[in-house]
């Protein structure tokens, strides 16, 4: 038998992936959650799905269909993809409310704590014949009051340029495009990459079965996945995309602000693009 490749990653593998990894970072089910709060919200959240039932009328077939296709995206470790993609963007949204300085938006389903660390000017764990368009990108990290931040850590994580995570599609290095870099005397990192493009979320599984029988796509715009944190500071998560790139204003993940833009510039040295961004954290 031949050695799987990326290509051949299946949503159910992708998906019980991206289960265990959860399971090994998350905290007890019901961690800090009193008896009245999981009353309040298991209470509202039955009543609203009554409530859809009831205004639509829904058939036997329908609850059937319903059944059948939750029992699929538990059978298949879906759980993590399903809701990173179309639950996350509106936690963040509550947790980050008032939250000053850069914009957060969802972690999904594929970081990985534990990255290889490194500093100065980095190039990110790659292939010696990574495909993809070369990416300069250089992030200042600061406070809100403006000074400078060094030794901030800005973790990255992305697709490769097929669309692949390392540790989730087959056949890719462990911490491929994964790394912890640490920024300099003057808060600035420096990180060697390639530019992402625009991704298809596993579709071949229960949460794809949901996406086409809706008629919805399942594309993200390219991005590129960040936590940033430096003494002090509350721990930023984060996603930058290209402005003017396919699946801005059409995120299957919902997962786009218009803070959270990139613009391409040829690279000084004639070596792809480059894009500059500023992290402004916010105190702990
Ligand atoms: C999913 C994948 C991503 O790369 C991402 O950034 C968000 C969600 C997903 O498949 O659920
Ligand atoms: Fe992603």
């Not at 009051?145 to 692949?164: I, K, M, N, R």
């Amino acid at each position: 038998m031949t050695q799987a490749t990326e290509l051949d990653a299946t949503a159910a593998e992708t998906g019980a992936n991206a289960t265990k990894v959860f399971q090994a970072k998350a905290k007890a089910p019901t961690a800090g959650t009193n008896q009245e709060r999981v009353a309040e919200l298991a209470t509202e959240v039955l009543a609203a799905i009554h409530d859809v039932i009831r205004r639509h009328e829904l058939t036997y077939s329908e609850y059937d269909a319903l059944k059948a296709w939750l029992i699929k995206v538990g059978q298949d470790g879906e759980w993590p993809l399903f809701l990173d993609v179309f639950i996350e963007h509106a936690v963040e949204e509550v947790v980050n409310a008032d939250r000053p300085g850069s914009k957060g938006t969802i972690e999904g389903p594929f970081y990985v704590p534990g990255a290889p660390r490194a500093d100065g000017e980095v190039t990110l764990p790659m292939r010696a014949d990574e495909a993809g368009t070369p990416l300069l990108f250089r992030a200042h990290v600061r406070s809100r009051d403006g000074a400078s931040l060094p030794g901030a850590q800005v973790e990255v994580w992305q697709a490769d340029d097929a669309g692949f995570y390392g540790q989730f599609a087959p056949g890719i290095p462990e911490w491929n495009l994964r790394g912890v870099v640490i920024a300099d005397a003057d808060g600035t990192v420096t990180i060697r990459t390639i530019q992402p493009v625009p991704y298809q979320i596993p579709h071949d599984g229960a949460t794809g079965q949901l996406i086409a029988a809706a008629g919805w796509h399942a594309w993200r715009p390219a991005h590129l996945h960040f936590k940033v944190v430096a003494a002090g500071h509350q721990l930023l998560t984060t996603q930058l995309y290209f402005a003017g790139g396919e699946y801005i204003s059409n995120d299957v993940a919902s997962a786009v602000k218009p803070e959270l833009m990139l613009h391409l510039k040829p690279a000084a040295d004639g070596n792809g693009n480059e894009v500059s961004y500023d992290f402004v954290l916010a105190r702990a």
